[in-house]
């Protein structure tokens, strides 16, 4: 059986074939694809948000659809719709590009609140509904949508219910000078160097077998009381106008559990936990006005939060592990 581990390792490796350093982007786009989640990456222009999305898509091995997201773009359009058939006189269910295993949504802040919205049913509930009629949507499924967080004109801002379904938000970076440099030289030697480069690496059944073993992962009692508090202080604070919801508290804990199986463990440690801070809850909070007057950010007042809060001792949660596997062997 192939493990989460092996999966990221294979992912990561297939993917730099075209495109150098994103290791962290892998890496979140690998703990959502394993805890049934969806990705938001965001970044300017130019630093490759939807060629990473396509070379991770044909890495998996997955059947995926691309949607290119524009104000015009009606939610019949993502989802599909009964088309008349003159031949037969009938109606027939033509499914739109949503019904694939990864669905590549592009720039999806430039499709209005209502064309986004025709993706909130099958983020949740991995379902469509057309003309009353529910169809179940392919297993796995996952969204990875791409956002400009600069060019404002001609795109509307993500409603919260929205946001709040995106497991993980990644930031791509522009690259260092090194990697830079790196890929001047591979892109002069390969100029037509893209996606069709990458060939699976994994198979759908993998994936599904190591989403297992992540729900298998220990998450000991001080760890989930840590996640919690980390969560609660979102929504006592001022300087936030909303913090975590539960969604967000259970997309935390599963990112958590990934984060552990890829590094090669069965059990959940404090800086995992530190590591998905931003990732996981950034994108669902809201400044208050003061924070915003103030010119802090969602991340700023996350840093702080996580500065004030004392993580457990590693010899605490080790106990509990230990006495978690006893109990259990003891059981069995």
Do not use: C, W
Request: glycine share 6%; no cysteine.
């Amino acid at each position: 059986m192939t493990t989460p581990e092996e999966i990221h390792s294979q992912l990561r490796n297939e993917v730099n074939e075209v495109l150098i350093g994103n290791e962290e982007i892998i890496e979140g786009l690998t703990i959502a694809l394993l805890t049934r989640g969806h990705v938001l990456l965001e970044g300017v222009p130019g630093v490759a948000k939807t060629t990473i999305a396509n070379l991770f898509a044909r890495g998996t091995g997955l059947d995926y659809n691309r949607i290119q997201m524009t104000p015009d773009l009606l939610p019949a359009d993502i989802t599909g719709t009964h088309v008349y058939r003159e031949p037969s006189g009938e109606f027939q269910l033509q499914r739109g590009p949503v019904f694939s295993n990864l669905l590549v949504s592009d720039e999806i802040n430039r499709a209005t609140p209502k064309t986004q919205s025709a993706l909130l049913e099958a983020m949740q509930e991995e379902t469509v509904t057309i003309e009353g009629e529910t169809l179940s949507l392919p297993t796995p499924f996952m969204v990875v949508a791409t956002q400009n967080p600069i060019e404002m004109e001609g795109t509307y801002e993500l409603p919260e219910a929205q946001r709040d379904r995106f497991q993980l938000k990644l930031i791509v970076e522009l690259p260092d000078e090194t990697d830079e440099r790196k890929l001047l030289d591979r892109f002069d030697g390969n100029p037509t160097l893209g996606p069709e480069e990458v060939s699976q690496v994994v198979s759908p059944n993998s994936i599904l077998d190591a989403r297992q073993t992540v729900a298998d992962v220990y998450v000991a009692p001080s760890v989930k009381d840590y996640i919690r508090e980390v969560v609660a202080a979102t929504r006592d604070t001022s300087d936030l106008e909303y913090g975590g919801s539960p969604r967000a508290t259970i997309a935390y804990m599963q990112s958590t559990k990934a984060r552990a199986a890829i590094n090669g463990r069965d059990y959940v440690i404090p800086d995992d936990v530190k590591r998905l801070a931003v990732p996981v809850l950034n994108h669902r909070l809201t400044l208050s006005t003061d924070a915003e007057l103030s010119d802090q950010t969602t991340e700023t007042v996350l840093r702080e939060i996580l500065d004030t809060i004392t993580p457990p001792s590693s010899d605490s949660f080790t106990e509990q592990k230990e006495t978690a596997t006893v109990n259990t062997s003891g059981s069995n």
